[in-house]
């Protein structure tokens, strides 16, 4: 089954770190550029991170840049965010989702930016003391 | 920062048309692409580069562009179809720091 499953949310105090994991399945991860989003309780959508498929390229919202770092093993088909100085803002479900894949050609892969065409389930992060 | 503007809730009865807008200063050279939240849901993309539809979709549901604003038309709407939808883009920066509209929420009754 193709489906995104991330891991790792949980209670932290403000001004710690936590690190969650995307497990993928049922699909060639190491292909497709992926991406973390966002959504604090009752609250909209918040892109957090993008990285391509081969870790070349990295983008983060200005919200979450310099404490945020996004990573990925695709020996382990798994995606990354570490998450440090967590701040009470920063409590929210966050989803990892795929990019829709346009093409590989010469051993490199193409995504296309914003075309998001699979979804985790989420896992909620709330920090608090 | 860059922001998407879009108006936090539409109401239609069902079978009327539903039209939710997006503001933002980029969407001249830039796509908008939405995505449909209904409670509880990962979101779902409806449309995206402006006015395509991925396989799966609806018919009903269709997008556009003109200059600063983007609209998702919701033809007919069914009662299915009451959710928040998000418009989502990028600025002109070259940048990549890609952003969420604030999300209408769409109330068909």
């Known amino acids: 089954e193709v489906q995104l499953v991330e891991s790792g949310g949980g209670l932290v105090k403000p001004g710690g770190s936590l690190r969650l994991s995307c497990a993928a399945s049922?699909?060639?991860?190491?292909?497709?550029?992926m991406n973390w989003v966002r959504q604090a309780p009752g609250k909209g959508l918040e892109w957090v991170s993008s990285?391509?498929?081969?870790?070349?390229?990295?983008y983060y919202a200005d919200s979450v840049k310099g404490r945020f770092t996004i990573s990925r093993d695709n020996a382990k088909n798994s995606l990354y965010l570490q998450m440090n100085s967590l701040r009470a803002e920063d409590t929210a479900v966050y989803y990892c989702?795929?990019?829709?894949?346009?093409?590989?050609?010469?051993?490199?892969?193409?995504?296309?930016?914003?075309?998001?065409?699979?979804w985790g389930r989420g896992t909620l992060v709330t920090v608090s003391s | 920062s860059y922001e998407l503007t879009q108006p936090p809730s539409v109401s239609v009865s069902p079978g009327q048309t539903a039209r939710i807008t997006c503001s933002g200063d980029?969407?001249?050279?830039?796509?908008a692409y939405w995505y449909q939240q209904k409670s509880g849901q990962a979101p779902v993309l409806v449309i995206y580069?402006?006015?395509k539809r991925p396989s799966g979709i609806p018919e009903r549901f269709s997008g556009s562009s003109s200059g600063t604003m983007a609209t998702l038309t919701i033809s007919g709407a069914q009662v299915e179809d009451e959710a928040d939808y998000y418009c989502?883009?990028?600025?002109?920066?070259?940048?990549?720091?890609?952003?969420f509209g604030g999300g209408t929420k769409l109330t068909v009754l």
């Open positions: 989702a795929r990019d829709f894949l346009l093409y590989c050609s010469g051993g490199s892969c193409y995504s296309e930016e914003g075309y998001f065409d699979l």
């Open positions: 049922g699909f060639t991860f190491s292909s497709y550029s």
């Open positions: 990285i391509s498929s081969s870790s070349s390229y990295i």
């Open positions: 980029a969407l001249p050279k830039k796509y």
């Open positions: 580069e402006d006015s």
């Open positions: 989502y883009s990028t600025d002109s920066s070259g940048n990549h720091i890609w952003v």
